[in-house]
């Protein structure tokens, strides 16, 4: 006789051969064997789940006569009566399946309700097959409502489909569903195994795995690859021959890319994609094995316990495992999020290994350069003990300004009076205050180094609107001439608009350093600090550095993120200690970016970074500076009298959020 295939040859023909489908078979046996029949079944699942196998045996379970021709409806069909085989041979008569892919129309429907009319001929109950039911017509489903809900005794509706979401609530509500499920690919492997020793197959374990992950929950697609793997391979099943079949990706390469890209080692991560280049292998199969791999080792790293139990003879689980200890949870849930949406960009590269390359080199584009998930913590320097740090010259030379001006003032100036000491400008949300000038009679023998802040925060670029030569910005000691009060830059943190003074001739410098000082509001010290008793001299320091930075744009993306949200906690010299709350932002690249900026602007030439509570930072000076600048802005619109008469005499309001600061 002809060969039958496996998937025909060993469909199961009772419900203790089904498996992978324990809920719905001990339903079924339960109704069976309590009597408690419906009238209509739906069963639904992907393809070849066992729908119509579980349809054919329950149709042998309601006509089954035993072999001894006695018997009656079981859980358990014998299989040996004229109704068991008739079914399974196909030529049942009161069993009648219909393809309703092929017969959709209200014509075929009616031709199978008339004979709903006729009691059954051999069996006890007729029983309808309608297979992929939702692919009937909405007149089809029309005329089949009523025999539906109301059938003859001796007539059963069974109806399979894969899409049950365009099966009529009306045709639902009168069926039992069941939902047969994708299979687990260990449980497919276990079938496999038992029907290929029934067989005399060799296979490896190897080889069985990869046909059941292929299937994808199909217990049908795993048999037409394993007949197809049988021929293949000359009556055998070998790992070498099974995924060069199926055109699968050699876990290896996976394993060898995560290795790769948890070391940090772009060299091998680009070699290896050149590999699969060569051999042919699919960059959507190389994204999909490196998604199941990376699921794999979360699951491992939520649950350690789980790694102890790991299969010895499956080489697969045991470097699952090891990668699972080396790679950083959080590592591990960005690759898996990359690498799924990396599929979905090959369709649009003009090459599709191409856009492999382009997916794996984003991989390694988010992991820090600093190696494992320890390393950034390893990088944490020690400051200098504060003893040591005595013991150090007390008054070191301080930095020259960015770009000092070469600047000769005409005349002498006058000392400073008491009065005029303190200035408080602020700078970029910053309170800078300027120390006065002693007089010549009283000089120290070493004149006062100026404040980080005076030498290294400039003053905000002016308005290019206006065609003027650069402000140059000279601490107040040393300023030679006025600078015009059409060249004025405005202080951006200060909440009202400092008046502008007519076009007049240039006052005297003390004049002018007066008239200043009587203007300038008070500093918006809050607004910088954010909360009161937050601020310190060196959180004046590092909001106005910065400042300065983001201002230049010589810092962007995670870097101005880490700046503005890391605390200057400590300064020794050259070095700063910073602090930030989230781990992710304290990576080996951003840091050294931050540290090269700072060595740049002529701050800091080293820093060190580390995790924990952060009290007074950029962003929260900033946050603070502009809700109080907000806050400020309602104040005065509340209180504008003329909004308050609009309010008493028309009833107007004012709409929340529409207020804006200047």
Not at 126 to 136: A, R, S
Not at 570 to 592: I, K, P, Y
Not at 623 to 640: L, P
């Amino acid at each position: 006789m002809s060969y039958v295939v496996l998937a025909r040859k060993y469909r199961p023909r009772n419900f203790s051969e089904m498996v992978g489908q324990e809920h719905v078979v001990q339903a079924l046996r339960n109704a069976l064997t309590q009597q408690r029949l419906h009238h209509a079944y739906l069963f639904t699942g992907t393809r070849g789940v066992g729908k119509t196998t579980v349809s054919r045996i329950l149709a042998k379970s309601l006509n089954c006569q035993g072999a001894d021709g006695q018997g009656g409806i079981t859980a358990s069909p014998c299989g040996v009566c004229a109704a068991c085989t008739a079914i399974d041979s196909g030529r049942f008569v009161d069993y009648t399946e219909l393809d309703a892919a092929s017969n959709r129309g209200v014509e075929e429907v009616q031709a199978l309700l008339e004979q709903a009319v006729y009691k059954p001929v051999q069996g006890r109950f007729k029983v309808f097959m309608i297979d992929e039911v939702h692919m009937l017509t909405n007149t089809a489903f029309n005329a089949m409502l009523k025999t539906l809900e109301e059938p003859p005794e001796y007539l059963k509706f069974v109806l399979a489909t894969t899409d049950p979401q365009k099966v009529p609530v009306t045709v639902l509500s009168r069926c039992l569903q069941f939902n047969l499920r994708p299979m687990a690919p260990e449980t497919v492997q276990g079938h496999l195994a038992q029907v290929l020793a029934a067989e005399n197959v060799p296979a490896e374990p190897q080889a069985l795995r990869l046909l059941a992950r292929a299937a994808r929950g199909s217990m049908r697609d795993a048999l037409s690859l394993t007949d197809q793997a049988i021929a293949y391979g000359s009556g055998q099943l070998q790992e070498a021959a099974v995924r060069q079949m199926l055109g699968s990706v050699d876990r290896s390469y996976v394993f060898r890319l995560i290795d790769a890209l948890a070391q940090g080692d772009g060299r091998a991560v680009v070699e290896t994609s050149e590999a699969l280049r060569l051999h042919g292998l699919s960059a959507a199969s190389t994204l999909e094995e490196m998604s199941a791999v990376l699921q794999r080792m979360a699951v491992l790293q939520a649950v350690p316990q789980m790694a102890a139990a790991v299969d010895a003879q499956d080489p697969e689980a045991i470097e699952t495992a090891r990668l699972a200890a080396l790679l950083p949870a959080d590592e591990t849930q960005l690759l898996y999020s990359l690498c799924l949406h990396g599929r979905a960009e090959l369709g649009l590269a003009p090459d599709e290994y191409a856009a492999l390359t382009m997916v794996l080199l984003r991989l390694l584009a988010f992991k820090p350069a600093g190696g494992t998930g320890g390393a950034a913590h390893a990088e944490k320097k020690t400051l200098t003990p504060p003893d040591a740090a005595a013991r150090a010259p007390a008054a070191a030379a301080p930095m020259p300004p960015a770009a000092a001006p070469n600047f000769k003032p005409k005349e002498a100036l006058a000392p400073i009076p008491p009065a005029q000491a303190a200035i408080d400008v602020g700078v970029n949300g910053a309170s800078v205050q300027h120390a006065a000038a002693t007089p010549a009679g009283n000089a120290p023998a070493e004149p006062a180094a100026l404040s980080d802040i005076e030498q290294k925060t400039p003053l905000r670029q002016m308005d290019t609107a206006q065609a003027a030569p650069p402000v140059i910005a000279i601490p107040v000691r040393h300023m030679a001439e006025p600078v015009s009060p059409r060249l004025q830059p405005r202080v951006p943190t200060v909440p009202e608009a400092m008046p502008e003074p007519a076009p007049t001739a240039a006052p005297p410098l003390a004049s002018a350093t007066s008239n200043a000082t009587a203007a300038a509001p008070a500093p918006i010290v809050a607004g910088a600090r954010g909360v009161a008793g937050e601020g310190s001299e060196d959180g004046d320091v590092w909001h106005a550095a910065v400042q300065q930075l983001v201002a230049s744009e010589t810092i962007g993306a995670l870097v101005r993120e880490l700046a503005l949200q890391a605390q200057l906690v400590a300064r020794d010299g050259r070095h700063w200690h910073l602090r930030v709350e989230r781990e992710a932002l304290n990576q080996s690249t951003a840091r050294e970016r931050l540290r090269s900026a700072l060595e740049a602007a002529g701050y800091a030439s080293q820093i060190s970074v580390e995790v924990g509570l952060v009290t007074d930072s950029p962003a929260r000076r900033n946050a603070a500076a502009a809700s109080a600048r907000q806050r400020e802005a309602e104040a005065i619109v509340m209180n504008d009298p003329y909004v308050q008469t609009l309010q008493r005499a028309f009833g107007a309001k004012i709409v929340p959020g529409s207020i804006r600061p200047a």
